[in-house]
């Protein structure tokens, strides 16, 4: 909550950093922060990546805009990769970017990096709403007064689309046989 009151309170200062720029914030693991395994908590990578987006949407002008013209973002999908554990008390940084959009969603990237080493790798990709309805990244560029062209999207992402659908082809497929315990 504190820092959805700091960021409101700082979101109308110019932007330090341009839209698709890197944008890192330096955190350390406390005692609060582990699990039963004595590294963090895989619920509080979430938290700390929704953090990590809304500083990046602060300094980069993005939250103001979006306020203004009263639109706002949800994650629709997200898939992390843990590559190394946490410790307590151990520094670790986020780095936060937007790789680009495309006709439905814009797709943000987040590092976990402790001693320039990867820890957690996420890829997440947003829906933009305006009065409670999806909206394209493209209109949600017009209504932000942003008007940026996309970045081509890395070749990853692009992999993890087709994931994606064939999971939701397979949930259109599901006749029940999928539930536990029916085989």
């Known amino acids: 909550m504190l820092e959805l009151i700091s960021a409101a309170r700082r979101r109308r200062r110019p932007p330090t950093h341009e839209l698709f720029d890197v944008v890192s914030q330096n955190f350390r693991v406390g005692l609060l922060d582990i699990d039963i395994n004595l590294h963090l ?11 990590c987006r809304l500083e990046h949407g602060v ?8 306020i203004k013209a009263r639109t706002h973002t949800i994650v629709a999908n997200t898939e992390i990769a843990y590559i190394r554990e946490l410790r307590p ?30 820890h957690t790798h996420a890829l997440l990709r947003l829906a933009h709403l305006y009065g409670g309805k999806p909206i394209s990244p493209q209109a949600f560029q017009e209504m932000t007064g942003l008007n940026r062209r996309s970045p081509v999207l ?4 692009q992999d993890w689309k087709n ?3 064939s999971k939701r082809r397979l949930t ?7 539930a ?3 085989r």
């Open 41 to 51: 908590n895989n619920g509080k990578y979430v938290k700390i990546m929704d953090r």
């Open 59 to 66: 300094v980069t002008g993005l939250l103001d805009r979006m």
């Open 89 to 118: 008390y151990q520094r670790f940084q986020v780095h936060t970017r937007i790789l680009g959009w495309d006709d439905k969603y814009t797709y943000y990237d987040q590092r976990f990096e402790s001693q320039r080493k990867l």
């Open 154 to 157: 890395p070749d990853y992402v």
């Open 163 to 165: 994931l994606l659908q």
């Open 172 to 178: 259109e497929q599901d006749d029940g046989s999928l």
């Open 180 to 182: 536990l315990g029916s």
